[in-house]
């Protein structure tokens, strides 16, 4: 059974409906890649997969049942979340806000164990900011940020991991470290993986499922080789270009066409 599934949902805010009637499956142990133009609900959708935001009408699924009536410990011990934009408490320490991502693991009167410590130590290395640790997060550039908010999601060492736009304010080599590290994580742990990114390449290389949105609708699913056409670049992003191979990892490849106007 898919553990986390999306079934004929209407998602939005208050009174205003971005998706209507979506459904999904994510499959374990993949890295899903969520696709599509500015404001076509993908960031929408992902938070579904979480607690953030419940559906106006339809069920988001975790093994059977109803996410929004779970447990709000269990949830975190099975999804963590790594949002778009987090924002730290003022005037803490990297180390600190790591150290965070361990509290669905505690328990009351619970000390800090040798595990939390381990965890916290694996994820800043993961990602590389031990260096950081003792630094205060508001002093720090908006790529070592994202890089530390990468590290509290790690640290909760959950089955399931969604990423909002993960490679946000990173550079094009720590945006390459990070998939790298997703997918590392990915074949070594058996994490599934759900991002939202903007770059098509890059989630045609990494990923090894698409869900393609338009619209505030689902448009397609499935591997890359049979999401990322042609035509299909065309009807959801409006753009003229050929999609051919990876020299490097066989993937698609979207080159937009020379104009020569």
């Not at 924002?87 to 000390?111: C, E, N, T």
């Not at 260096?131 to 994202?146: A, M, P, T």
């Not at 590290?181 to 990915?186: E, K």
Request: aromatic content about 4%; hydrophobic content about 45%; proline content about 6%.
């Amino acid at each position: 059974m898919t553990r986390l599934t999306v079934a004929e949902a209407a998602l939005g805010y208050a009174d205003r409906i971005v998706c209507e009637e979506v459904s999904v499956e994510i499959p374990d142990g993949a890295f899903t890649v969520i696709v599509g133009p500015n404001a076509c609900g993908k960031s929408t959708l992902l938070k579904s997969l979480t607690r953030l935001l419940q559906p106006a009408r339809g069920s988001v699924l975790l093994d059977g049942e109803s996410l929004h009536r779970l447990p709000t410990k269990h949830v975190a011990r099975e999804v963590g979340l790594l949002p778009q934009g987090p924002v730290a408490p003022d005037g803490i320490r990297v180390i600190d806000l790591v150290s965070r991502g361990r509290y669905p693991h505690q328990k009351l009167f619970s000390p800090w164990s040798p595990d939390d410590e381990a965890a916290v130590a694996e994820a800043m290395d993961a990602t590389g900011i031990r260096h950081l640790s003792g630094r205060l997060v508001d002093e720090l550039s908006g790529g070592q940020r994202q890089r530390v908010w990468m590290a509290v999601a790690l640290a909760q060492q959950t089955p399931i991991l969604l990423l909002d736009e993960p490679t946000t304010y990173l550079d094009l080599s720590h945006q390459v470290e990070l998939l790298e590290l997703c997918r590392a994580l990915n074949r070594a742990a058996g994490t599934t993986l759900v991002a939202v990114l903007h770059d098509l390449n890059q989630a045609a290389r990494y990923a090894d499922h698409i869900v393609a949105m338009k619209d505030g609708a689902v448009v397609a699913s499935g591997r890359p080789g049979e999401v990322i056409t042609e035509s299909l670049v065309a009807h959801v992003f409006g753009l003229d270009a050929r999609v051919i191979a990876d020299p490097e990892s066989g993937s698609p490849l979207v080159v937009p066409r020379w104009s020569h106007g």
